[in-house]
C-alpha cells in the first residue's frame, strides 16, 4: 500500500489524480504545510525523515520513499504499468514522455515561480529561460495533439495539464486548445475521483 503525504489544494493533488488513474491501493496522510501566501504552518520535525524540505507530495512504499512530482510520476508509471499511462523503456514514445516530465518539473514550473516572483525580467541565465518561449513550446504541441505526447494521455498530462488548468486565462494566454485540452483533462473519472479524495 502507497502512502501519499498530501496537502489539500497543493501540488500533491496531481498524485491523487495520478494514483486515481493507476488504480494503485493507497492511503492519504495529511501534513500541515506553509503556504505561498503565508497561511499555514512548517509540517513537524518528525516529517524530515519523509521529506528533507517539509514539502509534499512524497510518496512511501515499504522502504521506498520518492519526493519530486516529476519524480513521483516516473516512478509509479514505472512499477504500475497496467493501465499504460507511462511509456516504458523500449516504448517508442519514452523519449517524449520521460522528457516532458523534466520539462514540465525543471523548465515549466521554475519558470513560473520566477515570473510570479518577478526575478525573470532582465532575460538573465537561469537554467530555464523565459516563460514566454516555454509556453510556446508547450502550445505547439497542444496545437497539434489532444495530448503531450500525442494521441494518448500520460501521467505527463497530469503535470502540465495542472498547470494549464491554473493559469489559463492569466499567466497562460486564452487559447482555444487549452481550453479543450482542460476539458479533457477534467472529464476523466480519476480526475473527478481525485476530486473527492483532496481532503483525505
Ligand atoms: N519541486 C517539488 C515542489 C513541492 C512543493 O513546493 N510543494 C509545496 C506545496 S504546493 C510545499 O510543500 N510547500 C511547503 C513548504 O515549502 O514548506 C515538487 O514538484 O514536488
Redesign the pocket.
Known amino acids: 500500500m502507497i502512502t501519499l503525504y498530501h496537502?489539500p489544494r497543493?501540488?500533491?493533488s496531481r498524485i491523487i489524480w495520478l494514483l486515481e488513474e493507476l488504480e494503485a491501493p493507497y492511503r492519504i496522510e495529511i501534513v500541515p504545510?506553509?503556504r505561498g501566501d503565508g497561511t499555514g504552518s512548517?509540517?513537524p520535525d518528525d516529517y524530515l525523515a519523509i521529506n528533507p524540505?517539509?514539502?509534499?507530495?512524497t510518496i512511501k512504499l515499504y522502504d521506498e520513499i520518492v519526493?519530486?512530482?516529476?519524480a513521483i510520476c516516473l516512478f509509479l508509471t514505472d512499477s504500475h504499468p497496467k493501465h499504460a499511462i507511462g511509456p516504458l523503456p523500449g516504448d517508442r514514445h519514452r523519449a517524449d514522455y520521460v522528457r516532458w516530465l523534466f520539462f514540465c518539473?525543471a523548465t515549466l514550473?521554475p519558470a513560473v515561480g520566477a515570473r510570479f516572483a518577478g526575478w525573470d525580467k532582465d532575460g538573465a541565465s537561469t537554467g530555464f529561460g523565459k516563460f514566454e518561449d516555454i509556453e510556446a513550446v508547450i502550445s505547439r504541441q497542444l496545437e497539434k495533439t489532444p495530448y503531450i505526447l500525442g494521441d494518448e494521455f500520460s501521467a505527463a498530462d497530469i503535470l502540465c495539464g495542472s498547470f494549464i488548468a491554473f493559469f489559463k486565462g492569466s499567466l497562460f494566454p486564452d487559447r482555444k486548445h487549452y481550453d479543450d485540452y482542460v476539458a479533457r483533462l477534467t472529464a476523466r473519472p480519476a480526475f473527478q475521483r481525485a476530486q473527492a479524495r483532496e481532503n483525505g
Open positions: 496537502a497543493s501540488r500533491s504545510i506553509l512548517p509540517a524540505l517539509r514539502k509534499v507530495p519526493y519530486e512530482s516529476g518539473s514550473e
